[in-house]
């Protein structure tokens, strides 16, 4: 059994931590969430983050799950009537367990915040668009930045991490709104390479101890309506949007936000503003110190390149890529797309037709030559030929 003890609030001069102690097969090990002083007062000592947490990590060893702190009833009915199933749906490899509270109760009030994570991405950016420079609803306008340390960014305070952070600290600076950041251990209880099967449910535990000062936090989705479901699938993502309201409180609403944007119109939106234009940030590779931020050969980077190439505004983003890496990979990546019929691909090469705009020669060239009659089925059979000798799954190029 996995037990959650009573979450604790303590603070020294530079941050404020909340913390619980897990017990597992008898030993104990803590989980701690940490921020920056001056956000101490936001910080909750419910149980409810650490449920959220903890749940998969639980699921994954076959833990069943005892929490001795408050936890919010409207949680709680959640992941038992439907969030644990859920999940094994998605992932075969996680077990039942049983989650038991000792005390239940909603915490009373509604924190005035609304937050967002902001990694300075497509996604981020977007959501930022849609709920602060022009908001859909002021209701939903948002009062702060949100920015975590749960996985996304290898090892604890890792240089990665220091460094993407200055950078949403820049850019949060300039508009004008704060920056919460929330560093946590919470990684240490997942196996390893799990961050996308989990991703969702970690980053909202971090916004969960934040329900004194927060009464709704705006998961900035990837993912477009078309994508979702609950399936199979690696990418914990594709749930969000059920997901998230069941794992939210009477006085804590998590909300799945930009399903409605493919990520061309996404790209669209933030292309013309300055904000996006100095700050964007899609790379996946480490990039500690490394001048531009973006590799510009990467799969996100690729993607978003095209887009912009697509939109007739890459020149705008220029000194936010490695140019010269783009036009070397630039051919290989589409060449990838089109054996996946990969939907960003697809929305990129019908947004420049649109708009009239034409990919450089060599890309041109290698649709051609893969279009022809049988190319395109050749070259699978030989990838998956390929994969299969290798040891790996048979499907093209692994991304989803």
Not at 220 to 236: C, E
Request: proline share 4%; with cysteine.
């Amino acid at each position: 059994m996995m037990i959650i003890s009573t979450p604790k609030i303590t603070e020294n001069d530079a941050f404020a931590e909340v913390s619980a102690c897990i017990t597992i097969d008898g030993a104990e090990y803590p989980l701690w969430f940490r921020v920056d002083r001056q956000f101490a007062h936001m910080l909750s000592d419910r149980a409810d983050a650490f449920l959220a947490g903890l749940l998969i990590p639980a699921m994954a060893r076959g833990e069943d799950l005892q929490i001795e702190g408050a936890l919010s009833p409207r949680m709680l009915y959640g992941v038992k009537g439907q969030i644990r199933e859920m999940l094994r749906h998605m992932q075969p490899r996680l077990k039942a367990v049983a989650v038991e509270a000792r005390t239940l109760s909603e915490k009373q009030g509604r924190g005035a915040g609304v937050i967002s994570g902001f990694s300075c991405g497509v996604d981020s950016l977007s959501a930022l668009y849609d709920h602060f420079v022009e908001p859909i609803s002021e209701t939903y306008r948002l009062t702060h930045l949100f920015f975590t340390d749960v996985g996304a960014h290898g090892a604890m305070q890792s240089p990665v991490f220091q460094d993407r952070v200055s950078i949403a600290k820049a850019a949060a600076e300039k508009i004008g709104l704060p920056l919460i950041v929330v560093s946590s251990n919470l990684d240490t209880f997942y196996e390893r390479g799990a961050y996308v099967t989990s991703h969702t449910l970690r980053n909202l535990a971090a916004a969960l101890v934040l329900q004194n000062g927060v009464g709704a936090y705006l998961y900035s989705s990837g993912q477009h309506f078309r994508g979702l479901g609950v399936k199979q699938n690696k990418d914990i993502s594709i749930t969000e949007p059920a997901l998230l309201p069941m794992m939210s409180t009477q006085s804590f609403d998590a909300i799945s936000v930009g399903n409605q944007h493919h990520r061309i119109n996404k790209v669209q939106q933030i292309a013309d503003w300055d904000l996006a234009q100095e700050f964007l940030d899609v790379c996946v590779l480490d990039y500690t110190s490394r001048t531009p931020r973006n590799c510009g050969h990467c799969y996100k980077c690729m993607r978003t390149m095209l887009a912009l190439k697509a939109l007739g505004k890459l020149d705008r983003f220029e000194h936010n890529f490695d140019m010269d890496a783009y036009r070397r990979s630039r051919v290989r990546h589409v060449l990838r797309s089109e054996l996946r019929n990969d939907v960003f691909w697809i929305e990129n090469e019908a947004c420049a037709k649109a708009n009239d705009q034409k990919f450089p020669a060599d890309i041109r060239a290698a649709i051609a030559v893969i279009r022809l009659p049988g190319v395109k089925w050749i070259a699978n059979r030989i990838w998956r030929a390929v994969r299969v000798m290798r040891g790996l799954p048979p499907e093209p190029f692994g991304f989803t």
